[in-house]
């Protein structure tokens, strides 16, 4: 069955650091997503490609980047993490336009 | 600008009890609507959808919604709360600005009593 992953589920790691986190779905879509859940604000969008080298900005992409060289990863990197990107972020892949989002587990992330 | 609004933070239900989950969207023109589920420590998982068409849409586990387009709703009904149903649940609406985005409600926290 097709899927979407992300890794690692779960990340301690230090303010300044580089982190990436992983994306790869199984569903051969051309879009995916990046969002960020915190406590009240539900949903944000961070990042989303359309396609194999395309990215764009959403509503809170400071601080994080994203790379698209293939269909199936969209891998999310934070340059320098800073303690205010604590947060669960999860990735999603849709079809066509109006077709539902599929969501991956999600990945914790603590910046200590 | 388009949004979606869920005005109910919380709510608890007793098991065995009907559920009315609201939802309001401010969009343009006719949207596409969604309703999620999500339980604790995992990813959403789409319950239902509406694309055009009849204005009830059944979806997963006994859910159901209504298209209200005098009201801009999609309000999510069940008759019967199952203890099993307790998660978060997201109402989104798309697609925005001639793109694939969804934008989500801030979510609904249904707690069911035993």
């Known amino acids: 069955d097709a899927e979407i992953t992300q890794s690692p589920r779960h990340k301690i790691t230090e303010t300044g650091r580089q982190v990436t986190l992983a994306c790869h779905q199984t569903?051969?879509?051309?879009?995916m997503f990046w969002y960020r859940q915190d406590l009240g604000h539900g949903l944000r969008l961070i990042h989303y490609s359309y396609g194999v080298h395309d990215t764009n900005k959403g509503e809170v992409s400071d601080g994080y980047s994203v790379s698209r060289s293939n269909t199936e990863d969209l891998p999310l990197t934070l340059e320098s993490a800073a303690s205010s990107q604590t947060s669960v972020y999860f990735c999603a892949s849709s079809g066509d336009r109006g077709n539902e989002q599929f969501f991956g587990p999600g990945t914790r992330l603590t910046v200590l | 600008a388009q949004s979606v609004t869920q005005p109910d933070i919380h709510i608890t239900v007793s098991e065995g009890a009907s559920l009315e989950l609201r939802c309001n969207y401010s969009y343009g023109a006719t949207p596409y609507l969604f309703w999620y589920v999500q339980s604790p420590g995992q990813g959403l998982q789409l319950l239902l959808k509406?694309?055009?068409?009849?204005?009830l849409v059944q979806g997963i586990k006994g859910f159901e919604a209504e298209f209200k387009r005098s009201q801009s709703s999609f309000n999510l009904r069940k008759p019967s709360v199952h203890w099993s149903d307790a998660a978060e649940y997201f109402c989104?609406?798309?697609?925005?600005?001639?793109?694939?985005?969804?934008?989500f409600g801030s979510g609904t926290r249904l707690l069911v009593r035993p």
């Open positions: 569903w051969n879509h051309n879009n």
């Open positions: 509406y694309f055009s068409g009849d204005t």
């Open positions: 989104a609406v798309g697609p925005m600005d001639s793109s694939y985005k969804l934008i």
